[in-house]
């Protein structure tokens, strides 16, 4: 089982994890674009419930369903959070190893930046990823 830790640039949240990640994917919609400030969004999914965190979090409700954290302090983006699904997605560039990120596919890619290319192999899916 991978171990993810993690926390926000000014090192006041710190997680780590105990279960095995749900997916690995990277988000190319405008929504998350906007949160993390940069083309995509790359993160590890997991189980709330499997994701111990500590720490000064604040919560951006952007959108019915999904709530986004980031650290009160510095304001780095840490995470996003379906609560009614029991889910949470960990930002990649929050993770202590990002090399330990192995991506699976990429969604909403008919949002995607038009100087990205992706050469990578993955799946894409022009909006939402398929319910597994």
């Known amino acids: 089982m991978i171990q993810f830790t993690g926390g926000c640039l000014c090192q006041a949240i710190r997680y780590e994890t105990t279960g095995e ?3 690995q994917r990277i988000c190319h919609c405008r929504l998350c674009q906007k949160a993390i400030g940069a ?3 790359a993160r590890v ?3 709330i419930d499997d994701v ?3 720490g000064p979090v604040s919560i951006y409700r952007s959108s019915e369903t999904l709530e986004r954290g980031f650290c009160s302090h510095c304001g780095a983006s840490v ?4 609560a009614a699904a029991g889910v949470m997605g960990l930002t990649v560039g929050s993770l202590d190893d990002p ?9 909403w890619v008919s949002s995607k930046q038009g100087w990205v290319t992706l050469s990578d192999g993955l799946p894409q899916y022009p909006e939402g990823a398929p319910v597994v």
């Open 52 to 54: 111990a965190m500590t």
């Open 39 to 41: 083309a995509f969004n």
């Open 21 to 23: 990640p749900l997916n």
């Open 99 to 107: 090399s330990l990120f192995k991506p699976d596919m990429h969604f």
């Open 45 to 47: 999914l997991m189980r």
């Open 79 to 82: 995470f996003s959070r379906r």
